[in-house]
Every structure is written in structure tokens, then in C-alpha cells.
């Protein structure tokens, strides 16, 4: 008894320590200069800016963006003052490092369709070449669906010849078929929970869903960096909406102790439901949620939480199922799991699944689910197939594309480290923020990787903080060691070149890309 009780005890631990390696995430600070440089390079491009809007105000340039009419000028402004002077003197510029075309399969390499500008980006024209073979860095493909093998779509093209592409009616009137029911089912048994519903776009599964949930003399406690479908959802709601710090339990828990102490404004009555909103991985950060400590908090405090897995499902945990796997944590807890099927299963809309009572009233209430057409007969077999996969029901190996995600994201993360460039989030998180920080370095940056035959996505204002800009990456298990190490010695060149290694911690030239502890404890 006394050698087991020990046993579990050191099992505890050995689980403790590696949630808390899990939490520990990389959020470096830039050196003094970098954030001096970079206000002072979006003051000198502002500065330029009022020059031209000057040069525009009497005539000797042209302005191609929408203007407010004479006749309209005492008018209320249709457009946003600031939002529009970025767009027309910053975003213009760099304008062709955004909306490129691509004309191939967006696998682990793709093929982008030439484009010029006569007029400095304010249109382009295509040239007619094509830049093939481009290893793709950006692209949401984490497990590598985003396939066209033959062999591997035969069930998708037999159902395409069965139904058809589209349903054309709402799952409420003609539009519910066998397939879908046999897609939620599925999805229920993936997750581990009692039943699940699926809707045929992703952004909507949260934004029409959200105002069921909650409306008015309701609480919601959102992190500052959910995504834009959570806080649109919120806001039709009616609800009262709070921001906590990002991964700030102290944070989340004064707003949890101030609502239940305070309740309602001006009334003081108890809220009727407060909800917790997170995203299991952030798709800017790259950090993963805190979802222990956030289930801790929500049972204390008697609250609902509603789980955003849009990045997290199918991209982490032993055999992908998100953030609840990865930390061991029980579905039962989280009461709205919700996911995407358009980023590991390479096809398109979304889910919620729970309890059986939640999904039933959601079925009825929730105006994505009533008003919205069906889905896609091809794109349910895409989930279909692509969810069997990562069970083994289809032959394969259970969590085999899952490991070499896992795999290709600790190796890519450790060495871009060992580079001495600052990267954001958590090690096991697929999605790698680079900071780049100057407007000029971003635009360098993807117009030379772009040369370099390597298609990136760089992110600025307004998705970022506007002296924060980066480059995101995501992996894939698609990515071959080779394709990575190609990228690795390109990223290499471009930093020195654009002296972009900003870091000042110094990292192992050999590092530990696998987790001893997972052996003991397997053992």
C-alpha cells in the first residue's frame, strides 16, 4: 500500500511538472532600440503620410480610395479617420505582400500566380507566370488534408456522386442527411462527450451561437486576444462583456470575485449565467490556454466556460484531441466545446459539442443552426475521412500524422531559438509568431522569403499591436525535415541580412526535442 500510494504520488508529480513545462511559454521582450526604431519608423512613414494626404487636399496626387462626398461633408463619416489614413499612406505600400494568388493545391508546397503593379499597389495585373513549387508556411494545413491523391479521396468523389455538392435547404427542412448525423455522432465519440452538432462555416459556428448561449443580465469574462468570430459573438449577444489579461488567472479571478460579490450594474441582482470565453491555442501568440486553472476557477466560482478549439483540435494532445488531452483534463468540464473543420481536417465549418442538453437547445435556437444551409455533402466526407484517419478506423496508425506535427513543430521552434530570433507561444503549439517589429523589416522580410521561392504570411495592424508586426508560420506534418531545413537555412540568411535576430537568450545548440518524461511515464 505504502509502495503504491508513492507511486501515485511521484505519477502526480511527473504530471504536475509537465503541465507547468507546458505553461511555461516564450513572450521576449525586444531590446530598447528595436521598440525605439519601431516607433520611429511608423512616425516617419505617418509623417509621409499627411504629406501626401496634403499633396491629394490640392490636387497635385490622386487619391483612388473612397472619399466622403462634398455634399455629404456635415455628415456623420462613414469612415473610420485613422483606419482610413492607414490604409490609403501605410497599407498601400506594402500592399503586395497581402492577397497574392495562389493557382494549385495549398499543400506543403503550392504554386503563386505573378502579379505586378503600374499605379505603386493601388491595383495589379497578373503577368501570366507562375512561381512553382514555393514551400508553404502558411496555410492552416497542421495534419497535411489538404490533399488530392485519388486514392485517398475515393469515398469523398463516391458521396459527390451520391448528393451532389450542395444541399440547397437548412437541416430544419430537406437538408439533413444520413452523413451528417453520422459526422456528429463521429464527432461525439472523437471528443469523448455526449452529442455534437456541426455547421457548415467556422466563423459563424461562434458568432451565431454565442447570442443563444447568453443575452442580456449575462457576464462574459473574454481573454484580450480571442479571436474576432468570439468577440463579435459576444457583442450580438446583449451581454455585458469584461476583458481579462491574456493567461492572467489572477486577473480572471478578480473579475469572477468582483461579478459574484457586485453582481449586475446599478441593480446589484445575480448575474443570471457568467461565461468564460478562451481559445485553446491563440492564433497570434502561438500560446496555448491554461485550462486547468481556468476549470479550477470556473467550478469555484459556479461559471460556464466555453472552449474555442479552432486551432487546438487535431494539432496537440497524444492522439489530437485538443487542449483537453493534452493537459488531462475531462471534456465533462468544459460545457461549449467548440472546434473548426478548417484547419487540421483540411475541409470547412465547425462544431459545437457537450452535453446532450446543450446541443438539443442549440438545435432549435441558434439561428446558424435553423437558418443556415446544410453542409456540403464532399465537405462532411472530407471530416468524415479525415477524422477516421487520425482515430486508426481507417487502417492507418493512430496519432501517426499527430506525432510528426509534434515532431516538425519542436524541431522548427528550437532551432529558429538557437538563430537568435524572438518567437512567441508555447513548444508544442504548431502556429510560430516571429516578431519582426518594423513596418520596414515586415515588407523586406516577405518579399525576400518570397524570393527564396518560400510563401509566409506576415501580420500587422490591425490583427496586431501596431509595433508588434510578425511573421507567422505554421507547420505541418506534410512538411518534410527537408522542406523545413531549407526554410531554416533561408530564415537563417534573411535575419543576418535584415538583422533581424533580436533575441538575447542564448539557447543549446543541441536540444532535447523529445520529452524523456513522456517515456517514464508511459513505462
Known amino acids: 500500500c505504502v509502495l503504491s500510494f508513492r507511486i501515485c504520488n511521484v505519477r502526480q508529480l511527473m504530471w504536475a511538472s509537465r503541465c507547468i513545462e507546458k505553461w511555461q511559454e516564450s513572450f521576449e521582450q525586444a531590446p530598447m532600440y528595436v521598440a525605439v526604431m519601431t516607433y520611429l519608423g511608423f512616425g516617419i512613414v505617418t509623417l509621409f503620410g499627411y504629406l501626401r494626404d496634403f499633396l491629394r487636399a490640392v490636387g497635385l496626387e490622386k487619391c483612388h480610395l473612397a472619399q466622403e462626398r462634398e455634399e455629404q461633408k456635415d455628415f456623420v463619416p462613414l469612415y473610420q479617420d485613422f483606419e482610413n489614413f492607414y490604409t490609403r499612406n501605410l497599407y498601400m505600400r506594402v500592399r503586395d505582400n497581402w492577397n497574392r494568388p495562389i493557382c494549385s493545391l495549398p499543400g506543403p508546397v503550392f504554386d503563386l500566380m505573378e502579379r505586378v503593379s503600374d499605379d505603386y499597389n493601388w491595383t495589379f495585373r497578373l503577368t501570366g507566370g507562375t512561381i512553382h513549387n514555393a514551400i508553404n508556411m502558411g496555410s492552416y494545413n497542421y495534419l497535411g488534408f ?22 440547397g435547404s437548412t ?32 466563423f459563424a459556428t461562434n458568432s451565431m451561437n454565442i447570442p443563444a448561449l447568453v443575452g442580456k443580465g449575462c457576464l462574459i469574462l473574454s481573454d484580450e486576444l480571442n479571436h474576432t468570430s468570439l468577440i463579435l459573438g459576444a457583442r450580438l449577444s446583449g451581454a455585458l462583456i469584461r476583458v481579462f489579461k491574456h493567461n492572467n488567472m489572477h486577473s480572471l479571478e478578480k473579475m469572477l470575485r468582483e461579478a459574484i460579490s457586485s453582481g449586475q450594474p446599478r441593480t446589484h441582482r445575480p448575474w443570471k449565467k457568467i461565461l468564460i470565453m478562451v481559445e485553446g491555442i491563440y492564433s497570434m501568440e502561438g500560446s496555448l490556454v491554461r485550462l486547468p486553472e481556468i476549470v479550477a476557477l470556473k467550478k469555484k466560482y459556479k461559471a460556464y466556460l466555453y472552449l474555442d478549439e479552432a486551432h487546438s483540435i487535431g494539432a496537440v494532445g497524444p492522439t489530437g484531441r485538443g487542449v483537453t488531452e493534452l493537459f488531462n483534463v475531462n471534456p465533462s468540464d468544459v460545457d461549449v466545446m467548440m472546434g473548426t473543420f478548417t484547419k487540421s481536417f483540411g475541409a470547412a465549418g465547425g462544431y459545437i459539442a457537450g452535453k446532450k442538453e446543450l446541443v438539443d437547445y442549440l438545435r432549435s435556437h441558434s439561428h446558424s443552426a435553423v437558418y443556415a444551409t446544410a453542409m456540403s455533402p464532399p465537405v462532411t466526407e472530407q471530416i468524415i475521412r479525415a477524422m477516421k484517419c487520425i482515430m486508426g478506423k481507417d487502417g492507418s496508425t493512430e496519432g501517426e500524422r499527430i506525432h510528426k506535427l509534434a515532431e516538425n513543430t519542436r524541431y522548427f521552434r528550437a532551432r529558429l531559438k538557437e538563430m537568435g530570433f524572438i518567437i512567441y507561444g508555447n513548444d508544442d503549439s504548431p502556429v510560430v509568431p516571429i516578431l519582426l517589429y518594423m513596418p520596414g523589416k515586415v515588407v523586406a522580410f516577405a518579399r525576400e522569403m518570397l524570393e527564396r521561392k518560400i510563401g509566409v504570411v506576415v501580420v500587422g495592424f490591425p490583427a496586431t499591436p501596431i509595433t508588434e508586426a510578425r511573421a507567422r508560420f505554421c507547420l505541418s506534418a506534410a512538411h518534410t525535415k527537408a522542406m523545413l531545413n531549407q526554410v531554416l537555412h533561408h530564415m537563417n540568411e534573411v535575419g543576418d541580412h535584415l538583422c533581424l535576430k533580436f533575441s538575447r537568450l542564448k539557447y543549446s545548440s543541441c536540444p532535447n526535442l523529445h520529452d524523456e518524461k513522456d517515456f517514464e511515464l508511459g513505462s
Open 146 to 167: 489538404a490533399e488530392n491523391n485519388a486514392d485517398f479521396l475515393k469515398t469523398v468523389a463516391d458521396k459527390t456522386r451520391q448528393y451532389g455538392v450542395g444541399v
Open 171 to 202: 437541416r430544419q427542412e430537406i437538408g439533413n442527411l444520413g452523413i451528417h448525423e453520422e459526422l456528429e455522432q463521429l464527432v461525439a465519440n472523437f471528443l469523448r462527450v455526449e452529442s455534437s452538432m456541426t455547421f457548415g462555416m467556422g
